[in-house]
């Protein structure tokens, strides 16, 4: 079955840190790759996607992502936290050429997040 | 453009009830999936409806169901709620042309089955 891994559950940091959170999917074919952001009280987010092309993606609010193809990684970074960064981050996956895949986004189970003033 | 917008935002209900949940897509965007998202289970994907078909089902019993209108609106009921129904209910809306489509998530419905 495909599955979507996150490495860690939780994460707890200081303001101006490094951030690196680890997604692993297991599908061979041709995938579509997200990160979505949940903030306290607030709806899911896009942070970022990739599709195809150059697979180190920017998205919003300094985040960017590297997709490993070979290790069916799709790793979220970010050089330097803020305390507004504190939120939980999803990966999700959906392959691209199965017509059982409509609409269905494979998420991970998340990864809390908290900065630290 | 509005976002996806769900109603109601907030439910509380007992065991045995049904319920009627309630999203619109944005503008333009024809295709509509429902997830549940629980503190056990994660988000998990209950179905997908584009020009009023179900095209996709998720892994949930038949006492969860939906459908869409031609205007893209979309409603999910749940029959005999149980206990374990409690959960937020997210609706996502996209173009729909394409499969692997980014999907635009609403505020959600939290449950709560007394």
């Known amino acids: 079955a495909q599955s979507v891994s996150q490495h860690n559950h939780h994460v707890i940091l200081s303001e101006a840190a490094s951030l690196e959170l680890g997604c692993n999917y297991s599908?061979?074919?041709?995938?579509?790759l997200f990160w979505y952001v949940q903030y306290p009280g607030q709806h899911l987010q896009l942070l970022l996607k990739?599709?195809?092309?150059?697979?180190l993606v920017k998205g919003i609010k300094g985040f960017e992502a590297e997709f490993i193809k070979s290790k069916f990684s799709f790793n979220l970074r970010k050089p330097s936290v803020q305390w507004s960064d504190t939120a939980e981050y999803f990966c999700?996956?959906?392959?691209?050429?199965?017509?059982?895949?409509?609409?269905?986004?494979?998420f991970g189970a998340g990864t809390q997040v908290v900065v630290t003033p | 453009k509005a976002g996806v917008t769900q109603t109601p935002r907030y439910l509380i209900k007992t065991r045995g009830q049904q319920v009627t949940l309630s999203c619109s897509p944005i503008s333009g965007h024809r295709s509509v999936s429902w997830y549940q998202q629980t503190p056990g289970q994660g988000l998990q994907f209950l179905f997908e409806?584009?020009?009023?078909?179900?095209?996709n089902k998720g892994n949930f019993p038949g006492r969860f169901s939906g459908r869409q209108f031609s205007n893209s609106r979309s409603e999910m009921n749940v029959s005999t709620l149980e206990l374990g129904d409690s959960a937020l209910y997210l609706c996502?809306?996209?173009?729909?042309?394409?499969?692997?489509?980014?999907?635009?998530f609403g505020p959600g419905t939290r449950l709560l089955v007394l």
């Open positions: 999700a996956v959906i392959p691209t050429m199965t017509t059982d895949s409509w609409g269905k986004l494979q």
């Open positions: 599908y061979g074919g041709t995938v579509n």
């Open positions: 990739y599709f195809s092309g150059d697979p």
């Open positions: 996502a809306s996209r173009a729909g042309t394409g499969m692997g489509e980014t999907q635009y």
């Open positions: 409806y584009f020009s009023e078909t179900q095209r």
